[in-house]
């Protein structure tokens, strides 16, 4: 099984309209998940930590649920900017090596 | 706002050859990482390095392959002998001490022909 798994997309939406993608992951050692971004050819910055609780983010939310292993990040009023590829990310506590999903690619087209 | 910073940007080399990629880490960070990230693959840890030692590191990271900080400001990653497979982006990290986000560099685009 993989230790972290997206659905690859493309993901294909109009502008406005609202996204959710979703990952699990393997080992329940993880602590501390991530959604980073990624454009083509460039390097992955990060989108947002994703907290027990949920959190939020202007039009990003992010939930995480540690019983089923899942993590998803919802995208509300889709930009053209918002075009790219969605890597879901975990790791364990401390400065220990990210985990990385393949990643979800999103295209939003006006 | 600091970030990291990688050379060369892209670097073809012939196999057989070694190269080197260098990282210069945001200066309050005192742990570094390397990943790799193969054309159309997921990004994949090679290593870790704190106190002036690796803490960490993949099965990827084999003996071909090296880590330094020559000085205060670098780190640098070596293959000593480049491979086809070896041809990739690759990323610099780093992170403060007990965080655990990492900030990375805009990468090297190694070709190996």
């Known amino acids: 099984r993989k230790e972290v798994e997206q659905d690859p997309g493309p993901f294909n939406v109009p502008e406005g309209a609202t996204v959710a993608f979703n990952c699990t992951y393997s080992n329940s050692a993880s602590q501390s998940f991530f959604w980073y971004r990624q454009d083509c050819r460039k390097e992955p910055k990060l989108l947002m930590s994703v907290y027990s609780s949920g959190n939020e983010d202007g039009r990003f939310t992010a939930q995480l649920n540690r019983a089923s292993q899942y993590i998803s990040l919802l995208i509300r009023d889709s930009k053209l900017s918002d075009s790219a590829t969605y890597l879901c990310v975990v790791n364990k506590p401390g400065n220990t090596p990210l985990v990385f999903g393949k990643g979800t690619r999103l295209s939003v087209i006006a | 706002e600091p970030e990291v910073t990688q050379t060369p940007s892209h670097q073809v080399t012939q196999m057989g050859q070694e190269v080197i990629l260098r990282c210069v880490p945001i200066?309050?960070?005192?742990?570094f990482y390397w990943y790799r990230q193969i054309l159309g693959q997921k990004v994949e840890f090679l290593v870790s390095f704190y106190n002036n030692e690796i803490s960490e590191k993949s099965e990827i990271f084999d003996d071909q392959f090296s880590v330094e900080r020559p000085d205060g400001s670098n780190f640098t990653l070596k293959i000593r002998s480049t491979k086809l497979e070896d041809s990739a982006m690759y990323f610099c990290?780093?992170?403060?001490?007990?965080?655990?986000?990492?900030?990375f560099g805009p990468g090297t685009r190694l070709l190996v022909l």
């Open positions: 990290a780093s992170s403060v001490r007990g965080q655990e986000t990492q900030y």
């Open positions: 200066s309050n960070h005192l742990y």
